[in-house]
């Protein structure tokens, strides 16, 4: 089989039987795909078989040239890596020339977050509705989506694939989510989140087909797409003044920082999340720290520059 051929017969696996998210799915593609372009700009008539380590590096260090971040780079190396260990479990190659190669030290940049002032900003002004989308139908499933980010800390994919039978669980103050690799969990939501959606709910019919049986939809009357909620957010947060780019994963990060500030109970906030190592929560403690020295400078007699 050529790679192409192998490549889709190893993604047909990671989504059919690992059950890997189309989200994951799609970032395997796309980086496998560079891989086949890289190796077929070599000279000598390399293939993926005969592929060595020193390609592998040759090909870190052009990306990396071309503007490629260390994070990327490491994210495109392990899909590489694993493709390549799928290879072998085939018998298609006889040595794994990724294994040992390493990504440029990548910056340990903090996540970006709303400070509490300009969430409740974000989320008190829910700009008019689009004539385009539904009027003030799309008004309402719009506010019914930036509190439900905030308030329980969805991923987007989570938040775009909620069906109308999870409303049954607002009456407990709960929702139910499935997140990466179809784990499902319950997060709480907040009384501002269940009043949008069930202002949401009581319009939806405007938006949605007969038979639609997503909690979100757009103007088609399909569940709405990931990249249309992106954009309505990035609108609305514009609209209101915001100063910086706001996406959703911003209101994730938002939601675990300002209950981590709150609580200071990281396991919970790891719960709640979805993560599942501790280390991926860990990061928004260096959030609140740096919130804490913020106080300190302002505050502390001896701190204070004259």
Not at 48 to 71: D, E, K, N, P, W
């Amino acid at each position: 089989m050529d790679f192409s051929s192998l490549v889709d017969c190893y993604l047909d696996e990671l989504a059919q039987q690992r059950r890997q998210s189309p989200h994951t799915v799609s970032n395997y593609r796309r980086d496998l795909r560079k891989l086949d372009k890289l190796i077929g700009e070599l000279p000598g008539g390399v293939t993926f078989a005969s592929l060595q380590t020193h390609h592998v590096r040759r090909f870190v260090a052009q990306l990396h040239s071309g503007g490629f971040c260390g994070r990327s780079l490491a994210r495109m190396l392990s899909a590489w890596r694993v493709f390549f260990r799928w290879l072998g479990g085939r018998g298609e190659v006889s040595a794994n020339p990724v294994e040992g190669v390493k990504a440029p030290k990548r910056s340990q940049g903090l996540p970006k977050v709303l400070s509490p002032d300009e969430a409740n900003r974000l989320l008190d002004h829910c700009e008019n509705g689009d004539d385009s989308d539904g009027g003030d139908a799309s008004t309402l499933r719009d506010q019914a989506m930036f509190e439900l980010f905030y308030s329980s800390g969805l991923r987007l994919a989570e938040l775009a694939s909620l069906d109308t039978t999870c409303v049954a669980d607002l009456e407990n103050g709960e929702i139910r989510v499935l997140g990466k690799r179809n784990k499902a969990r319950l997060v709480p939501v907040g009384s501002k989140a269940r009043e949008a959606i069930g202002e949401w709910m009581k319009r939806r019919a405007e938006l949605a087909g007969a038979d639609e049986a997503a909690l979100f939809v757009g103007k088609r009357g399909a569940r709405i797409h990931p990249r249309v909620i992106e954009e309505r957010l990035k609108r609305h947060a514009q609209a209101q003044g915001i100063p910086i780019s706001v996406h959703p994963h911003m209101l994730r990060h938002s939601f675990a920082s300002h209950l981590l500030q709150s609580s200071g109970d990281l396991r919970a906030v790891q719960e709640m999340l979805g993560h599942a190592s501790i280390a991926s929560t860990q990061v928004y403690t260096h959030l609140d720290f740096q919130h804490l020295a913020q106080v300190y400078d302002l505050a502390h007699p001896r701190a204070k520059r004259k």
